[in-house]
């Protein structure tokens, strides 16, 4: 990832809320944020150039689903 802005595509259904948590590689939560009605089912986390690079783990919770990925800041 490079850049400011990570887009996440939770799926074609709507969703009535979302949080999504950003951790770095030792565990620590480096970011939270709450989504609520998100219709096109698409999730933007900006303001990222505060992380520094590095490995990072995204958590995406929506209802009883939990999705987790991984990205890389370069």
Known sequence: MKGDTITINI??????KAQVQVFNTLGQQVMSNDYN???NGVIELSNLSDLSNGVYIINISSGDATTTRRFIKE
Do not use: I, R, T
């Open 11 to 16: 799926g074609d259904a709507s969703v009535e």
């Open 37 to 39: 009605n998100l219709s």
